[in-house]
C-alpha cells in the first residue's frame, strides 16, 4: 500500500496510466469552435489586451481563475505555482474548497505532477485510475480539468477546475483554456520573474520563443555591441530534418506539438545573454554573443546531440518518434561585417548540412575554405 493525496491509502496499482488523461492540443481553432464559442474566444482577447498591466502574481492567477468561470462551469477550482525558495508547488489560489483543511492542498497533488509531466491539459474522471480516483473523491468531484501554466515555456503550475459532473469537460474545453494559459503566459513571465513588461508582440505564440521581429532586432543590437566591444558574435539557423513528412504523417496538432517540445530544449542550458527565436516554419536561429566559432561549434554539436538521443511524443506518449537537426553557423566579423551577410551565411551553412546528409553542424567559414580551394 502507498499514501495518495490527502492521506489515503491506495494500492500501487493502478487501472490505466496518466496518460490516457492528456489532451493533445494544437494551437489553431477550427472556424467551428470559433463560431459556436466566440464570447470565449473574446475573453481570451481581453485577457492578451489586460497582459501591459503591472500585477502581482496572485492577482494574475485570480484572474485567470476567474476567466476561465466564464469560459467553461467548474464548481471548484485549485491555483499552484513553482516557488524558487521553497522548491515546490504552493496553492496560490482556489474556489470553493475553504472547508477541506488547507495543508492537504498546500503542496501539490497527483493532477499536478502529471500536467507538470507531459506538459499537456487533462481531462480527468473517475473509474479509471486509483491515484486519480483518490484525489476526485477528496475534493468531491467526478471530473477535473488540468491545464499547465508556463513561465518561459516551463510548466510552472496548473489550474485544476473541478466539477461533481461525469465528463463535465471535454476537449474543445482543454484546447480553449491551453490558449488562455500559452496567452498568460507573458504575464506570468513578468510578474515571476519581477522583470520588464515582455511584450507579446515579440513572443511566438505557439513554441513561447521570442519572433522574427524580435530576432531582427536584437541582433541589431548584438552586432553593435560586437563592435563596441571588439568581440566575437556566433549566429545558428537550425532546421527540423524531414519536419514535413512528419507533419503530412501525423498532422499539424502533433506537428505543433513538436515544435513547442523542441523549442524546449533549444531553450535548455542557454546563457541568459542568448536569444533563441523562431525563425518560421520549422527553422529556428539562436544569438550567442561573445561567442566564437570554436564555441558555437560547441554549442551546436551538444543541441544536435540533445536532439538526435530526444524522444518525441507523435500524437500520444505511447507513440515516440526521434528526430534530428542540421545547423548552420556564422560568426560576425569573420564570416560577415553586416547584419544581413550574417543571416544569409547561416543559411548558406545550414542548406550545406542538409544537402550532405543531414543531422550535421557546418561553419561557414569551413564551407568558404573548400569553396576557395575548388576555386
Known amino acids: 500500500m502507498t499514501t495518495g493525496p490527502i492521506g489515503k491509502d491506495i494500492d500501487a496499482y493502478d487501472s490505466c496510466p496518466p496518460e490516457r488523461f492528456v489532451v493533445e492540443v494544437f494551437s489553431e481553432l477550427p472556424a467551428a469552435v470559433v ?26 492567477l485570480n484572474l485567470l481563475c476567474d ?9 471548484r477550482a485549485i491555483l499552484y505555482f513553482w516557488d524558487e525558495s521553497k522548491e515546490q508547488a ?59 501554466l508556463f513561465v518561459s515555456n516551463r ?30 503566459e507573458n504575464q506570468l513571465t513578468r510578474e515571476y520573474a519581477n522583470e520588464g513588461l515582455i ?17 531582427e532586432q536584437q541582433l541589431d543590437a548584438e552586432i ?14 537550425i532546421d ?5 513528412q512528419l507533419n503530412d504523417q501525423y498532422g499539424h496538432h502533433v506537428g505543433d506539438q513538436i515544435l513547442r517540445d523542441v523549442a524546449s530544449l533549444l531553450m535548455k542550458d542557454m546563457r541568459e545573454v542568448d536569444t533563441v527565436a523562431r525563425y518560421g516554419g520549422e527553422e529556428f536561429v539562436i544569438i550567442l554573443p561573445e561567442t566564437n566559432s570554436e564555441g558555437a561549434m560547441f554549442v551546436a554539436q551538444r543541441l544536435r546531440r540533445t536532439m538526435e538521443q530526444a524522444r518525441f511524443f507523435a500524437g500520444s506518449p505511447r ?45 561557414y567559414s569551413d564551407l568558404a575554405s573548400r569553396q576557395r580551394e575548388v576555386s
Open 35 to 60: 463560431e459556436e464559442r466566440w464570447q470565449h474566444v473574446n475573453v481570451i482577447l481581453r485577457l492578451s489586451i489586460l497582459s501591459g498591466l503591472q500585477m502581482e502574481l496572485e492577482a494574475t
Open 67 to 75: 476567466l476561465a468561470g466564464e469560459m467553461v462551469s467548474y464548481e
Open 90 to 148: 504552493l496553492l496560490c489560489a482556489m474556489r470553493n474548497l475553504e472547508d477541506l483543511p488547507h495543508e492537504d492542498l498546500a503542496r501539490g497533488n497527483i493532477l499536478n505532477f502529471w500536467a507538470t509531466k507531459y506538459s499537456r491539459p487533462l481531462l480527468v474522471w473517475q473509474g479509471h485510475n486509483l491515484q486519480a480516483d483518490a484525489f476526485l473523491g477528496a475534493v468531491q468531484a467526478s471530473s477535473a480539468l488540468v491545464i499547465p
Open 155 to 184: 510548466v510552472m503550475g496548473t489550474m485544476q477546475l473541478f466539477s461533481s459532473k461525469p465528463q463535465a469537460f471535454n476537449f474543445v474545453d482543454a484546447q480553449l483554456l491551453w490558449i488562455l494559459s500559452l496567452v498568460a
Open 199 to 215: 511584450r507579446f508582440a515579440f513572443t511566438d505564440f505557439l513554441t513561447g520563443l521570442k519572433t522574427r521581429g524580435y530576432f
Open 224 to 237: 553593435k555591441r560586437s563592435e563596441r566591444k571588439k568581440q566575437k558574435l556566433a549566429l545558428l539557423m
Open 240 to 244: 527540423i530534418d524531414f519536419f514535413k
Open 319 to 363: 507513440s515516440v518518434e526521434h528526430l534530428t537537426i542540421s545547423i548552420g553557423i556564422s560568426v560576425f566579423d569573420d564570416d560577415a561585417q553586416f547584419k544581413r551577410a550574417l543571416i544569409e551565411n547561416a543559411d548558406g551553412a545550414l542548406y550545406a548540412a542538409k544537402k550532405s546528409g543531414r543531422n550535421k553542424v557546418v561553419l
